[in-house]
């Protein structure tokens, strides 16, 4: 990587490459000038670089005046609650995700304990790239002061909200075997304590933050391969798989079957919707099976761009009841909006007890779809003819321009939309067989190849 990855959300970049201690104290001051009065919260994923990001960001904000709350390691969702639980100015998430450890990156959150939207996160974006970039001392010298947060597990505000959305009473009873993967991020902080206060018996794998990941970190099925065998020979009921700051799920079957992302956030859609009416938002890359849910529960469905910040704008424009991304990211309003892994665990066990069923029963009775995604080389300036190429070439599929470009066929659908790091395009596409879906891509690259 010659360069960060930027969005209006946050950055990340190698560590001591592309993110530098330089780069950390003026985007995290480019943070703070934007912010309301108030103090400002940090959280860490684990990573071996995560404390001396938090020192050297708190060092930069003392000296700007910024009075900070060090919660220490937590997830992403669990750094919604606290900013809203302590009433904080904003957070800082330090994490770089899926990526590598050698990774690391800032996460924003604002007052209301969201990831920043896109406009203010622009205007931040904008002030860290000016030359006017704010200077982290203030000229009066006078310094903010640090607070430690070390909340007790057990009544933990995340954990406590968590519990209000499921029967834990019901899920205690069935007392699960479940194999958690934490794989040496966030989630065990959070997660054992949960699962053990539903009663569950708990195997988990790289249960202590130290970023030392035991597999690569995003939770696909390539990179989960010994995780599967590790479920069935812990007998457990179900495995839970995160990524390093906890806001993505993947689940695993009894049998050692990954069912992968898609069907987490599927499978809570149908959950709830079996509870509550309301609207359901999912981004435009995400399966179809959340569509189809909420066709037949008689809800309203809408999409939105991809991102997390565009779908959480979309869940508050529409009042929606749920919502997500297909990578396994469960939005329930209910404990924050944010994408949160333990609202999936949570929801998947009060469903398999509610209804005395298998994870495995729950996947196959929803509607069945293969996703298939690709990348495709086309210079930046191809783009807007590249996608007017495209809608001429499927002329028979309903267009939608929301993000890129998605076209829609009564039992298929391709997305097209540009890289914001590469120039590339992604063509994700989703059919009744993995076969149609990889024909629909490869038919994408050919037309972009003659543009």
Same mark, same amino acid.
């Given at each position: 990587m010659s360069e960060l990855i930027i969005s209006v959300s946050g950055l990340r970049g190698v560590v001591g490459e592309t993110l530098t201690r330089d780069v950390a104290v003026r985007y995290a001051a480019a943070f703070s000038a934007y912010l309301p009065e108030g103090k400002l919260l940090i959280t860490r994923d684990g990573r071996a670089s995560g404390e001396m990001l938090t020192r050297v960001i708190e060092t930069g904000l003392h000296a700007a005046g910024r009075d900070t709350i060090d919660a220490g390691v937590a997830a992403t969702p669990t750094t919604g609650v606290l900013v809203r639980q302590f009433r904080a100015a904003g957070g800082i998430q330090i994490t770089a995700s899926h990526n590598p450890a050698r990774y690391n990156g800032l996460k924003l959150f604002s007052y209301d304990g969201r990831v920043l939207p896109a406009g203010p996160g622009q205007d931040v974006l904008n002030q860290y790239k000016s030359e006017k970039a704010p200077d982290p001392i203030r000229q009066d010298g006078a310094k903010g002061a640090a607070y430690q947060l070390d909340l007790p597990a057990a009544s933990h505000p995340h954990l406590e909200a968590v519990l209000a959305t499921v029967d834990a009473r019901r899920i205690r009873s069935r007392k699960f075997k479940v194999l958690l993967d934490a794989n040496h991020g966030s989630g065990a902080a959070l997660g054992r304590p949960l699962l053990e206060q539903l009663g569950c018996q708990v195997t988990v794998l790289g249960a202590e933050p130290n970023g030392q990941f035991i597999h690569t970190p995003e939770p696909t099925a390539e990179n989960l391969a010994g995780v599967l065998s590790a479920v069935v020979e812990a007998g457990a009921e179900i495995g839970f798989c995160q990524d390093p700051d906890a806001d993505r799920l993947a689940v695993i079957d009894r049998t050692g079957r990954y069912l992968g992302e898609e069907y987490t956030l599927a499978m809570c859609v149908d959950h709830v919707l079996r509870r509550h009416t309301g609207a359901i938002v999912t981004n435009c890359s995400s399966s179809r099976?959340?569509?189809?849910?909420?066709?037949?529960?008689?809800?309203? @469905?809408?999409?939105?761009?991809? /991102?997390?910040?565009?779908?959480?704008d979309a869940?508050?424009?529409? #009042?929606?009841? @749920?919502?997500?991304? #297909?990578?396994? /990211?469960?939005?329930?309003?209910r404990v924050g909006m944010v994408r949160d892994s333990f609202v999936g665990m949570a929801l998947l066990l009060d469903a398999m007890a509610a209804r005395d069923m298998t994870v495995a029963e729950l996947a196959d009775e929803l509607p069945r779809y293969e996703i298939v995604k690709t990348k495709i080389s086309l210079p930046r300036e191809k783009i807007p003819a590249a996608l007017d190429a495209l809608l001429e070439h499927f002329a028979d599929a309903t267009p939608d321009r929301l993000d890129g470009l998605r076209l829609d066929w009564p039992d298929r659908w391709l997305l097209v939309r540009a890289s914001n790091t590469e120039p590339i395009v992604r063509a994700v596409a989703e059919a009744e067989t993995a076969v149609a879906a990889r024909q629909l891509c490869q038919a994408a690259a050919g037309v972009l190849a003659n543009v």
């Open positions: 099976m959340s569509q189809d849910l909420a066709e037949k529960y008689g809800v309203p @469905f809408h999409r939105s761009p991809v /991102g997390e910040a565009n779908v959480v869940m508050l424009e529409n #009042g929606a009841v @749920f919502g997500g991304e #297909g990578n396994g /990211g469960p939005i329930d309003p």
